[in-house]
């Protein structure tokens, strides 16, 4: 398995390479373009201010390689968001794979949310095998709404995208790697697909 983490200086790298190391994967870090495009899977990472990430990909021409990959593709918190058309963040255009956009919490509500949280409306094979209402590990100020793409919802004082999926794209909101069994068997199951 040729499994790579897309590194452009905004990810949670090393909770997320042993978290696949404990499934028995050796994940290599990369911005090389030819040694993404001939991954089998490709994680895209993110943490941190949607606007500099986003400037971090430019400068590495990363911005126009993700939308053309066509192996599994697995954005995992900011990645997620900055697979969507834009971020309400530093007013940042994304990269356009998810037709959403991603805008801050409103609603009253500590921002950001931090800590545990449940998944339900599961679907894709991402989440095989996985019961509702499972707790996954978040840490978000801004969330992706509901839409055709949502293959997972959470609640924060209102439902939101915890996932999304098209084609050969997955984004999850919260964080697999520090999700305990539960995000262990997405990410297996990310491996499956």
């Not at 997320?16 to 994940?27: D, E, P």
Request: overall charge neutral; glycine content about 10%.
């Amino acid at each position: 398995m040729n499994l790579v983490i897309i590194d452009y200086g905004a990810g949670n790298i090393q909770s997320i390479q042993f978290a696949f190391q404990r499934l028995g994967v050796q994940a290599m870090l990369t911005n090389d373009s030819e040694e993404i495009i001939n991954a089998d899977k490709v994680i895209f990472p993110g943490v941190g201010e949607a606007s500099s990430a986003m400037q971090k990909l430019r400068q590495r021409k990363l911005d126009a390689l993700i939308p053309q990959l066509k192996q599994p593709v697995l954005g995992i918190c900011l990645g997620m968001q900055l697979m969507c058309n834009s971020s309400e963040e530093g007013h940042t255009e994304g990269l356009g794979i998810f037709d959403t956009e991603v805008i801050k919490f409103n609603n009253g509500l500590k921002v950001p949310q931090i800590g545990w949280n449940q998944i339900g409306s599961l679907k894709t094979n991402l989440f095989k095998g996985l019961k509702e209402n499972g707790y996954i590990y978040l840490v978000h100020s801004y969330y992706a709404p509901i839409s055709k793409e949502t293959v997972a919802v959470s609640n924060y004082g209102f439902e939101y995208s915890a996932a999304l999926a098209k084609d050969n794209f997955y984004g999850v909101q919260f964080h697999p790697e520090k999700s305990g069994s539960y995000g262990a068997k997405i990410l297996k199951n990310f491996l499956a697909l």
